[in-house]
């Protein structure tokens, strides 16, 4: 009896010891989980102009699938591929292609979209076995301040820095910093993660990692009052979209085993985990700041113009996309954030209102001489049907554009959902719409 006394006093000293071992191992779980960067790719989408010269936008996408599975199903921002959805619903001649390397690209294809989500399903021909499918999770409310990695292709790091590649996996750019809260967006009800992980453009559509390697979120955007704050949406609306298109997908369940695969099927495998070691992981890490400029390319930099935070504030390279949300009763309105204008507010009725230089034929007339602005510029409509601002280039000379820096279409009507905004000819003549 006491020698059996003595081996259980042995069996638990040794079972105390493997867990204090997994224990003190944790930073291997917290640690960014490079697989990932399989999974990540450089997207490239482009439209002709009105001249019908190519302009290319880049942006970032994650495969999905079945865990085990060569991937065919690609996640980005519909900011992303927005002028080459309008391209082939208007102009005809859009692109749309992945790179997987320097010199080896394959052509995608639009699966489907959702403009006030902000997200989009692209699609190889076939499966491809030089990624891997992502797998995703849910986060909430208990992984406040939880370190997280922003995984994309900024072009700012290939202009300042001339790579002697710059798409392959082991280009993309990783940072780091932590989820600041939880919110829906007013107007569109998309769910969004706030986070300090340091985002500019080229990053828009790749995914936002938690410590287990899963992906919590697509980064969407930065803030322009905060150049610490940035959004990505959740992947709950991600998933949403995935269901309602019989999408296989792979999650990652909680306590460090994969994977269910399932998309509008909704089949759910249950895994028995026999040994779990909780980990926490609230390390925080500062975030770099800013968005730099473009060159060279445009980049698809940041999502949906969202206030967040109220009608005032904006987000960084805000694609203004068009889209199905509706917002809700209200006075529309175009608010100037134009430092000549100090905040001015003009309502919209039942005529479009013109934007210009012009005092005779404008109600939101800039000064003579304003940079970028023409005497007739632009001009805005509300859809009251439609609830949606319809924004129409008047042929300008320095254009009209969405603020991640996509030009406008001359003569060409864009449909913009609130909180959208544009600016004129520079980014000093934004102006906001909304609904109050």
């Given at each position: 009896?006491?020698?059996?006394?003595?081996?259980?006093?042995?069996?638990?000293?040794?079972?105390?010891?493997?867990?204090?071992?997994?224990?003190?191992?944790?930073?291997?779980?917290?640690?960014?989980?490079?697989?990932?960067?399989?999974?990540?790719?450089?997207?490239?989408?482009?439209?002709?102009?009105?001249?019908?010269?190519?302009?290319?936008?880049?942006?970032?996408?994650?495969?999905?699938?079945?865990?085990?599975?060569?991937?065919?199903?690609?996640?980005?921002?519909?900011?992303?591929?927005?002028?080459?959805?309008?391209?082939?619903?208007?102009?005809?001649?859009?692109?749309?292609?992945?790179?997987f390397d320097a010199n080896?690209?394959?052509?995608?294809?639009?699966?489907?979209?959702?403009?006030?989500?902000?997200?989009?399903?692209?699609?190889?021909?076939?499966?491809?076995?030089?990624?891997?499918?992502?797998?995703?999770?849910?986060?909430?409310?208990?992984?406040?301040?939880?370190?997280?990695?922003?995984?994309g292709y900024p072009l700012?790091?290939?202009?300042?820095?001339?790579?002697?590649?710059?798409?392959?996996?082991?280009?993309?750019?990783?940072?780091?910093?932590?989820?600041?809260?939880?919110?829906?967006?007013?107007?569109?009800?998309?769910?969004?993660?706030?986070?300090?992980?340091?985002?500019?453009?080229?990053?828009?559509?790749?995914?936002?990692?938690?410590?287990?390697?899963?992906?919590?979120?697509?980064?969407?955007?930065?803030?322009?009052?905060?150049?610490?704050?940035?959004?990505?949406?959740?992947?709950?609306?991600?998933?949403?979209?995935?269901?309602?298109?019989?999408?296989?997908?792979?999650?990652?369940?909680?306590?460090?085993?994969?994977?269910?695969?399932?998309?509008?099927?909704?089949?759910?495998?249950?895994?028995?985990?026999?040994?779990?070691?909780?980990?926490?992981?609230?390390?925080?890490?500062?975030?770099?700041?800013?968005?730099?400029?473009?060159?060279?390319?445009?980049?698809?930099?940041?999502?949906?113009?969202?206030?967040?935070?109220?009608?005032?504030?904006?987000?960084?390279?805000?694609?203004?996309?068009?889209?199905?949300?509706?917002?809700?009763?209200?006075?529309?309105?175009?608010?100037?954030?134009?430092?000549?204008?100090?905040?001015?507010?003009?309502?919209?009725?039942?005529?479009?209102?013109?934007?210009?230089?012009?005092?005779?034929?404008?109600?939101?007339?800039?000064?003579?001489?304003?940079?970028?602005?023409?005497?007739?510029?632009?001009?805005?409509?509300?859809?009251?049907?439609?609830?949606?601002?319809?924004?129409?280039?008047?042929?300008?000379?320095?254009?009209?554009?969405?603020?991640?820096?996509?030009?406008?279409?001359?003569?060409?009507?864009?449909?913009?959902?609130?909180?959208?905004?544009?600016?004129?000819?520079?980014?000093?003549?934004?102006?906001?719409?909304?609904?109050?």
């Amino acid at each position: 009896m006491k020698r059996l006394c003595k081996i259980a006093r042995s069996v638990k000293a040794a079972a105390l010891a493997l867990v204090l071992t997994l224990a003190f191992a944790v930073p291997a779980f917290a640690a960014f989980d490079s697989s990932v960067l399989d999974g990540v790719v450089l997207i490239y989408s482009g439209a002709p102009d009105s001249s019908g010269k190519m302009e290319y936008w880049r942006g970032t996408g994650f495969f999905i699938g079945e865990e085990g599975k060569n991937p065919e199903y690609i996640i980005t921002n519909c900011h992303v591929v927005e002028e080459y959805i309008l391209a082939g619903e208007a102009l005809g001649g859009g692109q749309l292609y992945v790179m997987f390397d320097a010199n080896d690209q394959e052509e995608a294809y639009l699966v489907v979209y959702d403009y006030a989500k902000d997200v989009a399903v692209l699609k190889l021909s076939e499966p491809t076995e030089k990624r891997k499918a992502l797998l995703m999770a849910d986060a909430g409310e208990e992984d406040l301040g939880s370190e997280i990695y922003a995984v994309g292709y900024p072009l700012a790091a290939d202009v300042t820095i001339q790579a002697v590649t710059s798409a392959g996996t082991s280009d993309a750019t990783v940072t780091t910093g932590s989820i600041g809260r939880f919110l829906t967006e007013s107007g569109t009800g998309r769910k969004l993660i706030q986070t300090d992980v340091a985002l500019s453009g080229g990053n828009s559509g790749g995914p936002l990692i938690n410590g287990d390697g899963a992906v919590i979120g697509v980064s969407t955007a930065g803030s322009k009052l905060d150049q610490n704050l940035f959004y990505a949406v959740s992947t709950s609306d991600v998933r949403f979209l995935l269901d309602q298109n019989n999408i296989p997908y792979g999650v990652y369940e909680e306590g460090g085993m994969p994977v269910a695969a399932i998309g509008g099927i909704g089949a759910a495998v249950v895994i028995v985990v026999i040994l779990a070691v909780v980990v926490s992981r609230k390390k925080k890490a500062p975030a770099a700041s800013g968005r730099p400029g473009a060159a060279n390319a445009r980049e698809a930099a940041g999502g949906q113009a969202a206030s967040a935070d109220g009608g005032a504030s904006g987000m960084a390279g805000a694609s203004g996309s068009a889209g199905s949300g509706a917002a809700g009763k209200g006075t529309p309105l175009m608010r100037s954030m134009a430092p000549q204008h100090g905040g001015m507010v003009v309502q919209l009725h039942h005529q479009p209102v013109q934007i210009g230089r012009d005092p005779a034929t404008c109600r939101l007339v800039y000064q003579d001489g304003t940079p970028g602005v023409s005497a007739r510029h632009c001009q805005v409509y509300f859809d009251e049907q439609e609830k949606m601002f319809i924004v129409t280039d008047l042929n300008s000379t320095y254009g009209t554009f969405l603020v991640n820096g996509q030009r406008i279409a001359p003569n060409t009507p864009v449909k913009l959902p609130a909180h959208s905004s544009i600016y004129l000819g520079e980014p000093d003549n934004t102006i906001y719409l909304e609904i109050e």
